[in-house]
């Protein structure tokens, strides 16, 4: 294993952590843009929808991009206008200039996403072991990082003017020190390919896969601070625990699961994590009580930590000859999980309640085990390989 390899894993790890630290910048101090502003729930909203729909649209044109200036190149764009975005979301003067800044936002944040992922993915070809969900483990430490950055400053009173900028010139400088490594660059050039990464029928179910996983997800990043508040009582302290501790267990999965992948195969290790993503459900429903809400809520992390990284990786490994567009191809349809998350539970909550609102959460993650034999890969050489 040579030493830029070595040294592309760390830029890797970096990038991600980098995304994950500018998403968590933006989403911790939502209510200090929305009180500067005086954006009323539903201007807020519709800020919110440019920005998932920004990331869905750069989705479907990010793999074709990769494929003509690289992956190296791709990650130097994505991160300028990802962190580009943060002081454009700061400075918004109207609710009309807030929601262009979160479109600016989001597609800077699809861009770095299928580039990083793309970086990913070629070297774990070059260790030709799983290192895919070690990661995405990076993605949730910067989020960490970030969050907590940003509650020391808004405890400080540091105003967004202030701290957006900051933290998008400093992330800058960072993601561009990691993408230095020369092992990325030129391979993944002259592909060609369609205008828009629409999945083909192999990745079709790898799509749906990591649909599933975004629901999941977003089910708890959206909703556990209000199903602890509302439905169970919790007090604002213990209602932020629910999110700490899934993070928590996703962290500590994806530093594990490629090493467990290795071992138990993609499809066995999909179905037990999906199982173990809907008692997590489970707990959280049918024991509505704070302590255990928080503990559900955590085994929920435990089980969804790998589901949408594998998804990821096994695209890779399916359309090898255009890697980056089918991690794009992929990607997009597990962001429109992200767009119908908010609706679906929203929607559900106002004519059922919250309770049974999070339900949903549950089927949509139990499809997984039956849709896993879809992450078999056939090929001997892939880092992850199942028995026909």
Known sequence: MTGELKRARLGVSVVFAVCGAAFATWLARV?????????????????????AAGSVLALLGAG???????????????????CGGL?????????????????????????????????????EEGYGRPIFAGFHAFWNIGGLAGSGADALLEAARVPVTVHFPVAGAALLALALWAARTRFLDGADRGQGGPAFAWPSRALVPLGVIAFCG??????????????????????????????????????????????????????????????????????????????????????????????????????????????????????????LGFLVEPVLVGALATNVGLHWALSSAVVVTFAIVFLAPALRVRNATSPQVDAP
């Open 31 to 51: 209510p200090a843009v929305q009180e500067r502003l005086g954006l009323s729930t539903g201007e807020l909203a519709t800020g919110l929808f440019g920005l």
């Open 64 to 82: 074709a991009l990769l494929t003509r200036i690289g992956s190296r190149a791709a990650v130097v764009l994505g991160a300028v206008v990802l």
């Open 87 to 123: 002081p454009l979301v700061a400075l918004a003067w109207s609710a009309p200039a807030f929601c262009v800044a979160l479109v600016v936002l989001g597609v800077g944040n699809s861009l770095l996403d299928v580039a990083m992922n793309a970086h990913a993915a070629r070297v």
């Open 214 to 335: 975004f629901v999941a997800e977003g089910a708890v990043n959206s909703w556990s601070a209000v199903y602890l508040a509302d439905v169970t009582g919790a007090t604002p302290a213990l209602a932020s625990l629910g999110y700490f501790a899934f993070s928590g267990t996703m962290i500590a999965v994806r530093l594990v699961a490629d090493r467990v992948v290795a071992r138990t195969g993609a499809v066995r290790f999909a179905r037990v994590a999906a199982t173990v993503a809907v008692l997590g459900f489970v707990v959280v429903l049918a024991v509505p009580w704070p302590v255990a809400a928080v503990l559900g809520f955590a085994v929920v992390g435990l089980g969804v930590a790998g589901i949408v990284p594998i998804a990821w990786s096994v695209a890779s490994r399916k359309q090898a000859d255009a890697p980056a567009r089918a991690v794009a191809a992929v990607a997009a349809c597990g962001y």
